[in-house]
């Protein structure tokens, strides 16, 4: 907008801000929002026109023959297909808990991943009294996340009796709990658990980039829906996808 062109931004939810609200949920979090009111104030001082609860299909964007079109669908929680029980209905994701999608307070839990939306969850869970295990296929807790952030979720878990388990695998799901592997000893161990809880990342959706690519438009994936990232890699990728468009052809 600030380029001069006339932007319109279309949401199928009816709150902007994606996945940043699910962040925005946890347990000491909540200024991260206003990281979504900032954005929406500017757009709208930018006269940039807003549509949420709108979800837009490829012959919206064929009536409405943009310059470019800019996908920012963000990603999917992981479900891999190949694990047994996957879909099973004790398991949730970080986001619906996060989100508060179910009431899950004094139950035996376990949380698959460690990363920062990880130990968030995890973090939110002991302030409702569960017992959590948290199991990490990696040898080290959160791997890749700034060791800053994690040394201060990692103190304040240690106020609960969380347990983790480091270099360990799920190998299936079931109505008592979970599976899980050793990957250096190949031992493997049955967890009891009413519920299980999945933190292992997002899936790009990127279906309808595809389908507007495929009419010709000018389309550009910005965020989760080119590739999972951090809050800071959304946002720099949707500033340089802005700055590139129309210069030099782009």
Same mark, same amino acid.
């Given at each position: =907008?600030?380029?001069?062109?006339?932007v $319109?931004?279309?949401?199928?939810?009816g709150?902007?801000?994606?996945?940043v609200?699910?962040?925005?949920?946890?347990?000491?979090?909540?200024?991260?929002?206003?990281? #979504?009111?900032?954005?929406? $104030?500017?757009?709208?001082?930018?006269?940039?026109?807003?549509?949420?609860?709108?979800?837009?299909?490829?012959e919206d #964007?064929?009536?409405?023959?943009?310059?470019?079109?800019?996908? =920012?669908?963000?990603?999917?929680?992981?479900?891999?297909?190949?694990?047994?029980g996957?879909? !099973?209905? !004790?398991?949730? +994701?970080a986001?619906?808990?996060?989100?508060?999608?179910?009431?899950?307070?004094?139950?035996?839990?376990?949380?698959?991943?460690s990363?920062?939306?990880?130990?968030? &969850? &995890?973090? %939110? /869970?002991?302030?409702?009294?569960?017992?959590? +295990?948290?199991?990490?296929?990696a040898?080290?807790?959160?791997?890749?996340?700034?060791?800053?952030?994690?040394?201060? =979720?990692?103190?304040?878990?240690?106020?609960?009796? +969380?347990?983790f388990?480091?270099?360990?695998?799920? *190998?299936?799901?079931?109505?008592?709990?979970?599976l899980v592997?050793?990957?250096? +000893?190949?031992?493997?161990?049955? /967890?009891? =658990?009413d519920?299980?809880?999945?933190?292992?990342?997002?899936?790009?959706?990127?279906?309808?980039?595809?389908?507007?690519?495929? %009419?010709?438009?000018?389309?550009?994936?910005?965020?989760?829906?080119?590739?999972?990232?951090?809050?800071?890699?959304? *946002?720099?990728?949707? %500033?340089?996808?802005?700055?590139?468009?129309?210069?030099?052809?782009?």
């Amino acid at each position: =907008a600030m380029r001069g062109f006339d932007v $319109t931004i279309y949401d199928k939810n009816g709150q902007a801000g994606g996945q940043v609200i699910a962040a925005s949920s946890g347990i000491h979090k909540d200024k991260l929002y206003w990281a #979504i009111e900032d954005l929406m $104030t500017a757009v709208k001082k930018l006269g940039v026109k807003v549509v949420l609860g709108r979800e837009v299909l490829l012959e919206d #964007i064929r009536y409405l023959n943009p310059y470019a079109v800019i996908v =920012a669908t963000g990603g999917t929680p992981m479900r891999p297909g190949f694990i047994p029980g996957i879909n !099973n209905e !004790n398991v949730i +994701t970080a986001n619906d808990v996060l989100l508060k999608e179910y009431e899950l307070e004094n139950m035996r839990l376990v949380v698959i991943g460690s990363g920062m939306t990880g130990l968030e &969850t &995890t973090e %939110y /869970l002991n302030e409702y009294g569960n017992d959590v +295990t948290v199991v990490e296929m990696a040898d080290e807790i959160a791997p890749g996340a700034w060791f800053q952030l994690v040394d201060d =979720a990692m103190e304040r878990i240690s106020r609960f009796n +969380t347990k983790f388990m480091t270099s360990t695998k799920l *190998c299936s799901i079931d109505e008592e709990g979970v599976l899980v592997e050793n990957i250096k +000893t190949g031992e493997k161990l049955k /967890l009891k =658990a009413d519920a299980v809880v999945l933190a292992m990342g997002v899936k790009s959706d990127r279906l309808l980039s595809h389908q507007i690519e495929s %009419y010709g438009f000018r389309t550009y994936r910005v965020g989760d829906a080119d590739k999972s990232g951090t809050i800071a890699h959304a *946002c720099h990728s949707a %500033y340089d996808t802005a700055m590139k468009i129309g210069k030099w052809g782009w």
